[in-house]
C-alpha cells in the first residue's frame, strides 16, 4: 500500500464520534452497506459527493465514542486517510486494526481550505497544501504500527498464523 | 522523575524498569472480556486457537434477551464459542446477566495492577479497581485473547483530585458533566482520580466517573487504591492482589482540584458529551417524551435507590415514559430485596430485566422521531437512542426521575431537599 497519498480535501469538526460513522441500529449490516450510512445524520449525501482516494482533515477528538469499526466504513468507502487535530485513542486502534491510515496533525484545519488538494507522506509525516503551497508535519506512525498497517492491519495476520479463520 | 499509576502498571506489564509518556509499550493482558457485539455474525471470526481459555470472560449484555432473529444469531454463535473451549466465566441470559462492567465489578474480575480489555468503548469502568482497563476494538481482542498480549502508547497523564462531600441530590455524574464541561476532550490522556472525598465515595459513585472518562476521550482512566476498594475485592475473590499508587514525583500534565461539595446538578445539552454542561436550571421547563435510568455509568443499586427515593408515592407524568435497567440481574435482585423494584413500579416506571437497553438506542425505549429524552445513560449522541432528530439531554438519576414526575427538564433538589 504506498503510503504517500495525494487528493482533494473534505473538512469535519471536532468531536466527530463514531455514532456518526456508523449509526445505532446498523449494526447487522454488511460492511459495505454500514459504509453508505457514514455521516448521514450530520452531512447527508456526503457519501455520494466523496470520490475514493479523498481525504479527510478533520478537528480535534475525531473518532470519539464507542468502538464499532468506524475506520473500516472509511476504508470501505475508499477514503484515502483521516488527518486530524487529535484522533481517540480507540478509533486510532482500530486505523491500525482495519489497515486504514490515519494521523494526527496539529494546525491542520489551518492549513487547508475544503477542495483544496492535499499531499500525506506517511513515511515521514509531512502534509502539503498543494494547492495553496504551504506545508506542516503531522506525528508520524511508530514505525511498529506503521509496519502493522501497511500489512493490512490485524486480521492478515492473525489469519497467517493460524489462529483464526479467514471471513467466509 | 516518577511515574503514574498508569505508567507503573504499563511498566510492570511490559516488564520494563519505567515507561514514559511517548513510549510504544508490548503488554501482557490479564483478563479478555468478550461482549455480545463481538459475535454479530458479519463481524464475528471463529478462533482456531485459545490457549488461555481462562483468561476470557464472555458477557451477552447489549441486546439481552435479543429481540429478533439476528441478535438470536449473535448469541448462538457465543453459545458455541463457550462450547468449544469451555469457558467459565459466561454470563448468558439469566442469574448471572449484565452489562459487561457491572458484571465486572459484581465478580471482582478486575484486580489492582492487572489488565484488562474489552470491545465496548466503556471499559475503562474497572480502572476504579486500580485496574488498567480500557476498550479496544474489536481485532483487538481476538489479538489479546489468543496470543496474551496487545500495545499501547504511553499518554500523559492528567490527575484529579476530589475534596469535599458531593451536597444532596448531587452525584458523580454532576461531577463528570462539570469536568467534561469545563476542561472538554482529553484525547491521548490518562486520567487518575484520588483524594479526599474518596473517604467518602463509594465504589458505585466512583465507577460512574471512570465509566464516563470514555467520554472524555481519556485513553485509561485509574483510582487510587483504598481499604473500600481492597474490602469490595475480597468480599468477592480470594486471589492475591498489588496495590499500584502513584509515585510523590510523578510527571502530570496537570493537576486539577475538585471541590465535590461546590457542586449543583447539571445536565448536558443534546449532541455532545464534552463542552455542552449548564445547570439543571438553563434547561428546566423542557418538556420530555422518555426517561431513562441505566446503562454502565448509572446502573447500579446505588442510582436505583436514589431514583425511588425520588419517585416514592408519585406517580410519573403521564406524557413521559420512564425506563429504568438495572445494570445486572445482581443489582436487580438487590433492589428487588430493598422494596426499591416495587417503588418504581408504583410510581409508573417501567423496570426491565438487566442489559445496555436504551442507551445503545436499538431495544426496549426507542426514541421516535423529534422527541425529547433525558438519560442518565453514557451517551447523547445525535441518533444514539433512536431517530437522528431526537433530542438528548444527560443527567443524573436524580435529575431523571424528577424531570419524569414532572414531564419537564426539574432540578432534583425540589423533590431530595
Not at chain 2, 469502568?125 to 489468543?146: E, K, Q
Request: proline share 5%; glycine share 8%.
Amino acid at each position: 500500500m504506498s503510503m504517500i497519498l495525494e487528493a482533494r480535501v473534505w473538512k469535519f469538526p471536532d468531536n466527530i464520534n463514531t455514532d456518526l460513522i456508523i449509526p445505532s441500529g446498523s449494526i447487522y449490516l454488511s460492511a459495505a452497506e454500514q459504509a453508505k450510512l457514514a455521516f448521514k445524520a450530520n452531512r447527508p449525501g456526503w457519501v455520494d459527493d466523496m470520490r475514493p482516494g479523498d481525504i479527510i482533515v478533520a478537528g480535534k477528538n475525531f473518532g470519539m465514542g464507542s468502538s464499532r469499526p468506524a475506520a473500516r466504513s472509511l476504508k470501505m468507502l475508499g477514503v484515502g486517510c483521516v488527518i486530524a487535530e487529535s484522533i481517540n485513542g480507540l478509533f486510532f486502534r482500530n486505523s491500525i486494526n482495519y489497515a486504514f491510515p490515519a494521523m494526527e496533525c496539529p494546525g491542520v484545519m489551518a492549513l487547508f481550505n475544503e477542495g483544496d488538494v492535499a499531499q500525506v507522506n506517511f513515511h515521514d509525516g509531512a502534509v502539503r497544501n498543494l494547492t495553496a503551497g504551504k506545508s506542516i508535519t503531522a506525528k508520524a506512525l511508530p514505525a511498529k504500527l506503521l509496519d502493522l498497517l501497511q500489512a493490512g492491519g490485524i486480521y492478515p495476520l492473525l489469519e497467517q498464523k493460524g489462529i483464526i479463520e479467514p471471513q467466509t | 522523575m516518577g511515574m503514574t499509576i498508569t505508567e507503573k502498571i504499563l511498566a510492570r506489564k511490559s516488564g520494563q524498569a519505567k515507561v514514559s509518556p511517548g513510549d510504544l509499550v508490548t503488554v501482557g493482558v490479564d483478563t479478555v472480556v468478550f461482549v455480545d457485539t463481538m459475535f454479530v455474525p458479519t463481524r464475528w471470526r471463529k478462533i482456531k486457537k485459545l490457549d488461555h481459555p481462562e483468561r476470557v470472560v464472555v458477557v451477552l449484555d447489549h441486546r439481552a434477551p435479543v429481540p429478533d432473529r439476528q441478535g438470536a444469531a449473535t448469541h448462538k454463535i457465543a453459545r458455541e464459542f463457550v462450547d468449544q473451549y469451555g469457558i467459565e466465566r459466561f454470563h448468558d441470559i439469566g442469574y448471572d446477566q449484565g452489562i459487561s462492567h457491572q458484571v465486572v465489578a459484581d465478580h471482582a474480575y478486575a484486580l489492582p495492577g492487572s489488565l484488562l480489555v474489552c470491545s465496548d468503548s466503556h471499559t475503562g469502568s474497572a480502572g476504579v479497581f486500580n485496574c488498567l482497563a480500557r476498550g479496544v476494538g474489536v481485532p483487538d481482542v481476538f489479538y489479546a485473547a489468543t496470543l496474551g498480549e496487545t500495545w499501547f502508547i504511553v499518554g500523559e497523564t492528567i490527575r484529579y483530585d476530589l475534596s469535599g462531600r458531593l451536597p444532596r441530590a448531587v452525584t458523580m455524574k454532576d461531577a463528570f458533566l462539570q469536568i467534561a464541561g469545563r476542561y472538554g476532550d482529553h484525547t491521548n490522556t490518562n486520567v487518575e482520580y484520588g483524594g479526599s472525598a474518596l473517604a467518602h465515595l463509594s465504589i458505585s459513585a466512583r465507577k460512574t466517573l471512570t465509566t464516563m472518562s470514555t467520554e472524555l476521550s481519556a485513553d485509561f482512566a485509574i483510582f487510587d487504591p483504598d481499604d473500600v476498594m481492597c474490602e469490595w475485592i475480597r468480599a468477592r475473590r480470594p486471589d492475591a492482589f498489588e496495590c499500584f499508587y502513584p509515585d510523590a514525583d510523578a510527571k502530570y500534565k496537570a493537576v486539577r482540584q475538585v471541590d465535590l461539595g461546590a457542586l449543583q446538578p447539571l445536565v448536558a445539552y443534546p449532541d455532545s458529551v464534552v463542552e455542552n454542561s449548564q445547570p439543571v436550571a438553563a434547561a428546566a421547563g423542557t418538556r420530555i417524551d422518555q426517561a431513562f435510568v441505566g446503562s454502565c455509568a448509572n446502573g447500579t443499586l446505588e442510582d436505583l435507590a436514589l431514583t425511588a427515593e425520588v419517585v416514592r408515592g408519585k406517580r410519573v407524568d403521564k406524557r413521559v415514559r420512564f425506563i429504568v435497567t438495572p445494570a445486572s440481574q445482581a443489582v436487580y435482585r438487590a433492589a428487588s430485596e430493598a422494596g426499591i423494584i416495587s417503588t418504581l413500579a408504583n410510581a409508573g416506571v417501567v423496570v426491565t430485566n438487566a442489559t445496555c437497553g436504551a442507551c445503545g438506542g436499538t431495544h426496549m425505549g426507542v426514541l421516535g422521531e423529534n422527541e425529547t429524552c433525558i438519560t442518565s445513560s453514557t451517551r447523547n449522541f445525535k441518533g444514539r437512542m433512536g431517530e437522528t432528530s431526537a433530542r438528548i439531554f444527560m443527567g443524573s438519576p436524580a435529575t431523571v426521575a424528577a424531570s419524569a414526575i414532572r414531564g419537564v427538564i426539574t432540578d432534583p433538589r425540589e423533590f431530595l431537599q
